[in-house]
C-alpha cells in the first residue's frame, strides 16, 4: 500500500477524533477485511484498547468523503459507549441463538413427546435472536446519526452508497451480513437521533 494512503488515513483519523472529542492517539491500520472497516477490541486492565481497521480496498478507492463517513460513523461506536464486553457477548448469542432454537426444535420432531415443551424453548431462543438483532440495529442506527453530527450528511450518504453499491465478490459477502445487524440504505438515511 502506498504511503499517501496510509498518510490520508492517518491526518482523517486525528481531525475526526479531535472535532469528536476523543482520544487523538486512537490507533487507525489497513488490513483485508471482509467489510469496509471494523474496530479491533483487545481487552486489558484497566481500559480495553481499540484499533480501527479499513479494509486495504476502501482505503486506497474511495473517494476523501466517503471516508470520512465511514471513520465518522465507526467512531461512533467508540464514542456513544458501543465497543465493550457486552457487545462480544450479544455477538456470539447472535450466532448462537438461531443454531440452538434449531436443534430444539428438530430434537422435539424426533422426540414427539417433547414436542409441546421444546417448541415453545424454540420460539423462545428465537425471539431472544430478534431481540439482539434490535439492539445492534439501534446502534447503527445511532452511529450513523453521530457520524451526520460529526461530517454532515453528504460524507454519510457516499459511504453508504458506496457500501451498498459496491459490487464484486466482497460486496457480496457485505450485502449477505448486512441485513442481520444493519438496517436498509434507506432506512439508515432517514436515521432519527437516538442514544443508547
Known amino acids: 500500500m502506498d504511503t499517501d494512503t496510509v498518510d490520508r488515513l492517518h491526518m482523517l483519523m486525528h481531525a475526526l477524533t ?10 487507525v491500520a489497513v488490513g483485508d477485511l471482509h467489510v469496509a472497516a471494523t474496530i479491533d477490541v483487545r481487552w486489558a486492565w484497566p481500559r480495553p484498547t481499540a484499533t480501527l481497521i479499513v479494509d486495504r480496498t476502501t482505503a486506497e478507492q474511495w473517494p476523501q468523503d466517503a471516508l470520512a463517513g465511514l471513520v465518522a460513523h ?6 456513544l459507549g458501543h465497543i465493550s464486553f457486552e457487545v462480544y457477548v450479544l455477538g456470539a448469542a447472535q450466532h448462537v441463538l438461531p443454531v440452538a432454537a ?3 426444535v428438530v430434537w422435539g420432531l424426533i422426540e414427539f413427546t417433547m414436542l409441546p415443551v ?4 424454540g ?5 431472544a435472536y430478534q431481540a439482539i438483532l434490535w439492539i445492534f440495529r439501534r446502534r447503527v442506527y445511532a452511529s450513523d ?3 451526520v453530527d460529526l461530517v454532515g450528511a453528504t460524507p454519510v450518504r457516499a459511504m453508504l452508497r458506496l457500501q451498498h453499491g459496491g459490487g464484486g465478490a466482497r460486496n457480496a459477502v457485505r450485502e449477505h451480513w448486512a441485513p442481520q445487524t444493519h438496517p436498509t440504505i434507506e432506512q ?3 436515521a432519527r437521533p437516538v442514544r443508547s
Not at 74 to 79: R, V
Request: no cysteine.
Open 188 to 190: 439508515r438515511l432517514r
Open 145 to 147: 446519526r453521530f457520524a
Open 102 to 104: 434449531t436443534v430444539v
Open 18 to 27: 479531535a472535532r469528536a472529542d476523543l482520544d487523538p492517539s486512537l490507533p
Open 74 to 79: 465507526q467512531l461512533g461506536y467508540i464514542a
Open 118 to 121: 421444546l417448541l415453545p424453548v
Open 123 to 127: 420460539a423462545g431462543l428465537l425471539l
